[in-house]
């Protein structure tokens, strides 16, 4: 899109540039964005695993979203189990600095495992059908692996969701509950943030 965005102006640059600005810029705004939003996203963590292909290896994307969508962490891992499980949730505490209210995941016995390890205090309901925010979080990853052909590395995943996750949550906008005039706002303040941080 960049490059097509560019073109119009008259502009011509190749994928590769436009992806080595991404990689240069994207973890610097990321990092902005981390930082803005600390302490204010949901108590109630929805986390989900989804097999990535990548060289002809399962890998499993772990990600972590609160009640309202917005993604709290991902990690990349080529396990499945209760040691994976226990590392993003030793991740997302150190990330969150602090316990949520209740945990929701389908049914996987790693994670009950690993919060009677990590989280023992901590609400934990297992049910398929309550993890949709979590499961539907996992699109736009998706989406980018079909236009790239498949991920390269383990590392290049990693490298996608760590910029691509923080710039999308300063654009999410929960849909519930809010009036087309109150969304524009909220839109606009959106907009006006990122001008800021993509000027710093």
């Known amino acids: 899109m960049v490059e097509d965005l560019l073109a119009a102006r008259g502009i011509i640059v190749s994928h590769q540039t436009v992806r080595l600005w991404a990689e240069k810029f994207g973890r610097t705004f990321a990092r902005e964005i981390r930082r803005r939003s600390s302490g204010q996203l949901g108590d109630k963590w929805h986390l989900d695993e989804a097999v990535v292909s990548i060289r002809g290896k399962k890998h499993w994307l772990w990600r972590a979203v609160d009640q309202d969508g917005f993604v709290l962490d991902v990690l990349v891992q080529n396990r499945r189990d209760a040691k994976a499980a ?115």
Request: zero cysteines; charged letters at 30%.
């Open 86 to 200: 226990k590392r993003l949730m030793r991740k997302l505490l150190k990330g969150q600095g602090r316990s949520p209210r209740a945990m929701i995941t389908d049914r996987l016995r790693s994670y009950g495992a690993a919060k009677r390890e990590i989280m023992p205090g901590v609400e934990h309901r297992s049910h398929k059908g309550l993890n949709n925010r979590a499961e539907n979080s996992h699109q736009p990853v998706r989406r980018r692996e079909r236009i790239m052909k498949r991920f390269k590395s383990p590392r290049h995943v990693q490298r996608f969701v760590s910029i691509h996750d923080p710039i999308a949550n300063l654009f999410h906008i929960p849909r519930h509950d809010i009036t087309s005039s109150h969304h524009r706002e909220l839109r606009s303040e959106a907009m006006s943030l990122w001008a800021k941080i993509a000027r710093a």
